[in-house]
């Protein structure tokens, strides 16, 4: 288990004076290099070496509220070899001045990709010195929620409409990679909702990346609503309300086997999301 101690930072917070979801998603990154910095060295160095880390999956829940600005937390982080390519990393985020109380967690999988053949490769094998005396920390679940296909069935006869945004790909939303940085996604899909951000706060996030944006590339950002036979949200509490998104490149009309009719190409599906909002109060400040 590593644990780092840190401030919100006034540029970190929102108008609802609690840390933004890129900005805490950065964080978690960060902590995660400082927590194998010693073991494989800095990401930096990890790439001279020619190896680069890609995420696949990530979940996250406010549990109950998002740090304040100004507020001294910590961050726990451990990670395990899930099977031989894949590897987990979760993350627990609480208040200094109360330990035993969770705000947010998050569960992450991750795999080792070889720069130079551009594959994955069995992290074990390669990066060994990672997994060093992990064996004996309690497991991690390996299983994620399932995210649903924006274009399937919906569980009612009249579907949610679906609505679009379009993204452009900037510089600063680069990683050292050269590719879009994950917590970048997840700011599409919070600007994306057709929701009040003002008024309603994200509970639970779940995303799946299945390839990357780059520079000069417009992503297309679909999202639709779950609804229930009765309107209520589909696996969210009362009173909140769940949506699904898809990303993909602006080739195509969202529909990854869909073919876009000028150039005959499919569109690339970049990655899926589900979320679950709440009103702002639910979990902690309003900034009105």
């Not at 551009?118 to 074990?124: I, Q, S, W």
């Not at 779950?226 to 490149?249: I, N, Q, S």
Request: glycine letters at 8%; charged letters at 25%.
């Amino acid at each position: 288990m590593y644990r780092h101690d840190l401030s919100v930072m006034p540029s970190e917070a929102g108008c609802a004076g609690e840390i933004k979801l890129r900005a805490l998603l950065n964080r978690f990154q960060d902590v995660a290099g400082l927590a194998v910095k010693d073991r494989e060295g800095s990401p930096g160095a990890l790439m001279k070496r020619g190896y680069a880390w890609v995420l696949l999956r990530y979940s996250l829940e406010v549990v109950r509220r998002l740090p304040g600005i100004d507020e001294d937390v910590a961050i726990e982080t451990r990670h395990t070899l899930n099977d031989g390519f894949y590897t987990l990393r979760v993350f627990r985020v609480f208040s200094s001045s109360n330990e035993a109380e969770t705000l947010v967690l998050a569960k992450t999988s991750w795999v080792l990709i070889d720069l130079a053949a551009g594959r994955p490769v069995r992290a074990v094998q390669h990066l060994p010195e990672i997994f060093s005396g992990v064996a004996d920390d309690p497991p991690i679940d390996p299983d994620f929620p399932a995210i649903p296909k924006l274009s399937g069935p919906a569980s009612n006869s009249a579907p949610a409409p679906v609505s679009e945004r379009l993204f452009p790909v900037r510089f600063h939303d680069l990683d050292a990679n050269g590719h879009v940085n994950n917590a970048v996604y997840f700011e599409w899909a919070f600007e994306a909702t057709p929701l009040d951000p003002l008024a309603w706060g994200i509970r639970e996030i779940h995303a799946e990346f299945r390839a990357s944006a780059k520079f000069g590339d417009t992503v297309l950002v679909r999202v639709r609503e779950e609804k229930g036979e009765t309107g209520t949200p589909t696996g969210a509490a009362p009173g909140d309300r769940a949506f699904v998104y898809e990303m993909t490149d602006a080739a195509g009309s969202g529909d990854a086997e869909r073919a876009e009719p000028e150039s005959g190409k499919k569109a690339r599906s970049l990655a899926r999301f589900r979320a679950a909002w709440s009103p702002i109060g639910t979990h902690g400040g309003c900034c009105r």
